[in-house]
């Protein structure tokens, strides 16, 4: 079984910053898409970033400038650096993946999610 562990989240003066990382384990071949979602509580999970297993980056407006997302292949672990935070991020954040298997299939993970509160 694969498996995605978040950590890094927790409280953080606006304009303060901070860093999730994301480790994939288990029986892995290959990672193709990795993001970071968020969501508040009873509203639609969204997407925050994206990257490639090429590295190409998608992000959100709202997060455009402040965060960066990066991955390292080796460690099959992605990482997102949180830059000039404001109260409007505090949300859980949720890690994504589409993995390949060792049986030569590819599933979609979630991470556990991780609690990000920015103070004003």
């Known amino acids: 079984q694969v498996q995605l562990v978040e950590s890094g989240g927790g409280l953080v003066q606006a304009g303060g910053s901070l860093r999730l990382s994301c480790a994939a384990s288990g029986s892995i071949f290959s990672i193709s898409q990795m993001a970071w979602y968020r969501q508040a509580p009873g509203m639609q999970r969204e997407l925050v970033a994206a990257?490639?297993?090429?590295?190409?980056?998608n992000y959100a407006d709202s997060v455009k400038g402040r965060f960066t997302i990066s991955r390292d292949n080796a460690k099959n672990t992605v990482y997102l650096q949180m830059n000039s935070l404001k109260p409007e991020d505090t949300l859980v954040y949720y890690c994504?993946?589409?993995?390949?298997?060792?049986?030569?299939?590819?599933?979609?993970?979630w991470g556990q999610g991780t609690q990000v509160t920015v103070s004003s």
């Open positions: 994504y993946a589409v993995i390949m298997t060792s049986s030569g299939r590819s599933y979609q993970y």
């Open positions: 990257i490639s297993s090429g590295g190409s980056t």
